[in-house]
């Protein structure tokens, strides 16, 4: 079925509802992630009875209604989306994306205060305004992604996004990363003798670029490198986290944060300090969620480097 798509969330049993008046939308997520609402739902919302869309298609062709509709939302309105709804036996429905239910209003309330608007469009108005109130406490779309389970989605496959973008299942062959001043700085500050004696970093050095590091450059990049490269039976993982990395975004992104870490590191003189600095500039992600309250007296645990 050519330019239809199909509605993967939404339900005639759970509208949206605006409003203290308990105004009523069906809506619906389609596959594409195009939010829409129902058009039978849109036109009674509107106060225009639940007919079957022509007289919503009468009030913004309306000769007192068209100056203040612009010819983008025209062009919408002209060419409503056909969708199929979940559970609906394949049956065609159709709406309009979300969006230009503020515009609709929008134009009402325009032409109502040039005063040329009739009796009955001046109740149209009254809905819009109502409309419009309940719309401007919260965003079409928020509002959509909370009432159909959208939000859930649409959250992990932001994720999704974020990750791709910094991380490659291709791995790298391995290049110097971490300069020597990024270690020389950990050591200084935490009282410890660089270089060390027999010139093997400590293992917790790693949990260290853990925290500092890959736990700071965005949502799930260190949970994502932990599953990607796993310890070894030795405790050890076969590879550097930073090899993982895409070379146009993640690398550059992790550049761009661990010369900062080293510029705070020099800036300190305890552990503390630099903790405390770095918590507010550059707070850790725990479960995709930026912590921006973190504990200063942090025990670290061995684990491999970097």
């Known amino acids: 079925m ?20 308990g ?35 009468e009030l913004w062709t309306n000769k007192a209604i068209t100056p203040y509709i612009n010819n983008e939302l025209a062009m919408v309105l002209q060419n409503p989306l056909r969708f199929i ?12 994306e979300a969006t230009i239910l503020p515009d609709i209003c929008n134009a009402v309330l325009e032409a109502r205060e040039r005063g040329v608007l009739s009796g009955s469009q001046l109740l149209i108005a009254k809905q819009c305004e109502i409309l419009a ?9 928020a509002l959509i992604d909370e009432v159909t389970g ?29 300069p020597d001043e ?5 050591f200084r500050l935490n009282h410890i003798d660089y270089p060390p004696r027999n010139m093997k970093k400590p293992s917790y050095i790693g949990h260290w670029t853990n925290d500092l590091i ?10 994502k490198l932990r599953e990607m490269n796993p310890t070894t ?14 070379r146009d975004i993640g690398h550059p992104k992790l550049k761009e944060h661990l010369d900062r870490v080293i510029y705070l590191m020099k800036s300190c003189t305890t552990w503390r300090d630099f903790l405390r600095r770095l918590n507010r500039a550059s707070p850790k992600y725990i479960n995709g969620t930026m912590q921006t309250e973190l504990p200063l007296n942090v025990e670290y645990k061995d684990d491999s480097l970097e």
């Open 23 to 57: 105004l009523e939308i069906p809506c619906y997520v389609l596959e594409d992630g195009t939010r829409v609402l129902s058009g039978r739902g849109m036109q009674n919302a509107l106060g225009l009875g639940q007919s079957h869309g022509t007289k919503f298609k």
């Open 214 to 223: 890959y736990s700071r450059l965005a949502p799930g990049v260190i949970g």
């Open 182 to 186: 990024y270690y020389q700085e950990l």
């Open 150 to 178: 959208y939000e859930k989605i649409r959250d992990r496959d932001a994720l999704q996004k974020i990750l791709d973008k910094y991380l490659t299942d291709e791995w790298a062959k391995w290049t110097k990363t971490f």
């Open 233 to 246: 039976e030795t405790g050890h993982r076969k590879r550097k986290h930073h090899q993982y990395f895409t």
């Open 133 to 141: 109130r309940a719309l401007a406490k919260v965003g079409i779309i």
């Open 85 to 96: 709804r979940p559970g609906r036996g394949g049956k065609i429905a159709l709406g309009f």
């Open 2 to 21: 050519e330019n239809v798509k199909r509605a993967i969330l939404g339900s005639p049993d759970n509208p949206l509802r605006l409003g203290r008046e």
